[in-house]
């Protein structure tokens, strides 16, 4: 399984699991993925999930330090991930777990003011820094419309 960001036309983005790499080419080509917000179909890759696999490479840097900021999922999300997380390649989970470990030394946690945070660095309230936190699906895409800049990583719990 390899998890690619996407981006449709308008703006949205999201993460969406494929088999494999020809497995979303296809699907693209096809005009087969929708975006999660919208239901586009005029889908492309943004930035890219945690590399896997190549051992020795180190693929710094973190996807927060490439984002001003990173978007924890909710309650509910990160139940699904949790689920999701048993049935990972232990590589990838390996993987995911480093990048929260990137992003919780790096970044100021800001919990559910994330969104409220994100939005005050952008418009220079704030110091510009990472930060990361919990946000909805609706203030993501809120954010998303403003033109403000995050991620949004697969929040996979530690430990078994
Ligand atoms: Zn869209």
Not at 52 to 78: L, N, R, T
Request: aromatic residues 6%; hydrophobic residues 35%.
């Amino acid at each position: 399984m390899i998890l690619y960001r996407l981006r449709c036309t308008k703006g949205h983005e999201f993460d969406s699991w494929f088999k494999d790499s020809k497995t979303y080419e296809r699907q693209e080509k096809k005009s087969l993925i929708g975006c999660a917000v919208c239901g586009s179909s005029k889908v492309a890759r943004a930035v890219m999930a945690p590399r896997i696999g190549k051992k020795g490479k180190e693929q710094a840097p973190p996807a927060a330090v490439e984002a001003p900021a990173a978007a924890a999922p909710s309650p509910d999300q990160q139940q699904q991930m949790a689920t999701l997380a048993k049935h990972m390649p232990k590589e990838l989970r390996e993987a995911l777990l480093k990048v929260r470990a990137e992003v919780e030394k790096n970044c100021e946690h800001v919990g559910p003011a994330f969104a409220e945070e994100a939005r005050k660095i952008h418009y220079g309230e704030s110091d510009k820094r990472g930060i990361y936190g919990e946000t909805s699906d609706e203030e993501a895409e809120a954010l998303a419309e403003e033109g403000i800049e995050f991620g949004r990583l697969p929040w996979i719990p530690r430990g078994n």
